[in-house]
């Protein structure tokens, strides 16, 4: 931890807390994580936004020389744009630099050094693809991280797991994530359209 520039360090500490039980990590943070809230939106805005944006000019790459650091630029680049810049183009503009990084741990097996929630966050890039090819990768590793994690908090692995599996059958079916379209602004073939209808079709 010592090694980590301290701009890094706050990302990791807000984002994952302090504690080091990895179910009770989700517990507590899953609604920072997961919901969506305008003042939590605005509070890392006015917190973390400058930090993105010369994230995203490439000044912090010497952060990916450790592990926990490369997760920190992929949390700017893969979760915190999603807050900062909700529902704009922007939100999905750093998607590439976060995906190569997120390869860059995995096929070094650097990941492995990471604790098991934070490997949830190193995976979510290649869940947010638009690439079947990155999608199967995104469940192969998730369901390898419920195999091995021990049975007594497995549930909260299982269900990311679950998720990175409806991310993939989405991708599966119509090569992107309709609930983007708008946003992004593509025409929603009729199919998607009706498909958006359905509960949880966005996530």
Not at 14 to 19: D, H, K, Q, R
Not at 31 to 51: I, N, Q
Request: hydrophobic content about 40%; overall charge negative; glycine content about 6%.
């Amino acid at each position: 931890m010592s090694n980590l520039p301290p701009a890094a360090k706050d990302v990791l500490d807000f984002w994952f807390g302090t504690g080091s039980d990895n179910s009770l990590i989700a517990q507590t943070q899953r609604k920072l994580w997961w919901s969506k809230d305008a003042e939590v939106d605005a509070g890392m805005r006015r917190r973390f936004g400058a930090l993105v944006d010369t994230a995203a000019a490439g000044s912090h790459k010497d952060w990916a020389a450790t592990p926990r650091g490369g997760l920190a630029l992929i949390l700017l680049f893969d979760q915190f744009t999603r807050n900062i810049h909700r529902d704009t183009p922007q939100a999905f503009a750093c998607d590439a630099q976060a995906l190569q990084l997120a390869l860059d741990l995995i096929n070094t097996n650097v990941d492995r050094k990471l604790r098991r929630i934070e490997r949830v966050f190193c995976y979510l890039p290649l869940e947010h693809s638009e690439s079947i090819d990155m999608q199967n990768r995104s469940v192969e590793l998730f369901s390898a991280l419920v195999v091995e994690t021990p049975e007594y908090e497995r549930d909260t692995f299982t269900g990311y797991a679950d998720y990175a599996v409806r991310h993939r059958d989405i991708i599966a079916r119509f090569g992107r994530f309709p609930h983007r379209n708008r946003i992004l602004g593509r025409d929603s073939t009729p199919e998607e359209l009706e498909f958006l209808q359905q509960p949880g079709s966005s996530f």
